[in-house]
């Protein structure tokens, strides 16, 4: 199983950016995608996960309206989209599969990360 | 301010074995299930434990975990210089429909 996200990329604040995340190694639509941030130096951070079956989404309050997640389910990529960029979003974003395992549902397999520079 | 919380750091001595506690409440680690990550620097997270105790394929069973109440454990047998690393604790919080992480824990091996 691979995740292999798109390269680094450098925004001016106000700007959006827009991530890829292609998979490989397992059925797309079985499963759905994660998007986790981290800050320099800091923790991770959960954004939302979107399903790669149905469309269906949640996502942390604090990205509400400037997150956006969709699916290409024929060609296996995951998008995230984050509009008006400020500082504050300057860190290393990461794909991650929502995967099932006994029960219950993990970010398992995680992308390479892509890093954002908002300046 | 995360909902999981962890302490910023731990240290051992070779071979000793390591405790690293995450706390949560009864909507996330009370509720549902348990995971840790291992995050070497400039490297994604690795999942070490999920379902509270599991282990996935190809993870030693150095690692262990355990939940009680609104509470998880981390146990690292035998550590040693190639486990430094920071560790986060993760689970499902119902009332926010979002999944969070613990502020991470650094370990050092001395």
């Known amino acids: 199983i691979q995740l292999v996200q798109s390269g680094p990329e450098v925004r001016k604040p106000g700007a959006s950016v827009k991530i890829s995340c292609k998979v490989s190694?397992?059925?797309?639509?079985?499963?759905?995608i994660s998007w986790v941030r981290q800050a320099p130096g800091q923790g991770l951070e959960w954004m939302g996960w979107?399903?790669?079956?149905?469309?269906?989404?949640d996502f942390l309050q604090k990205f509400q309206g400037r997150l956006t997640l969709t699916t290409d389910t024929v060609a296996d990529i995951a998008y995230m989209e984050l509009r008006s960029l400020t500082s504050d979003d300057s860190a290393v974003y990461y794909c991650?599969?929502?995967?099932?395992?006994?029960?219950?549902?993990?970010?398992?397999?995680w992308g390479q990360g892509t890093l954002v520079t908002v300046s | 301010q995360s909902l999981l919380t962890q302490p910023p750091a731990v240290s051992a001595a070779p071979g000793q074995r390591v405790r690293i506690s995450c706390s949560g409440g009864?909507?996330?680690?009370?509720?549902?299930?348990v995971a840790w990550y291992q995050q070497f620097p400039g490297t994604p997270p690795k999942l070490i434990i999920y379902?509270?105790?599991q282990r996935p394929s190809g993870i030693s069973d150095q690692f262990s975990g355990s939940r009680s109440g609104s509470s998880a454990t981390l146990d690292i047998a035998g550590v040693q210089t190639g486990d430094e690393a920071t560790y986060y604790c993760?689970?499902?919080?119902?009332?926010?429909?979002?999944?969070?992480f613990g502020g991470g824990t650094i370990l050092s091996v001395l």
């Open positions: 979107i399903s790669a079956y149905n469309g269906n989404k």
């Open positions: 379902h509270n105790e």
């Open positions: 991650a599969r929502r995967g099932f395992h006994s029960g219950g549902y993990y970010p398992d397999y």
């Open positions: 009864s909507s996330n680690i009370g509720m549902n299930y």
């Open positions: 993760g689970a499902w919080d119902s009332d926010l429909r979002a999944w969070v």
């Open positions: 190694g397992y059925t797309f639509t079985e499963s759905g």
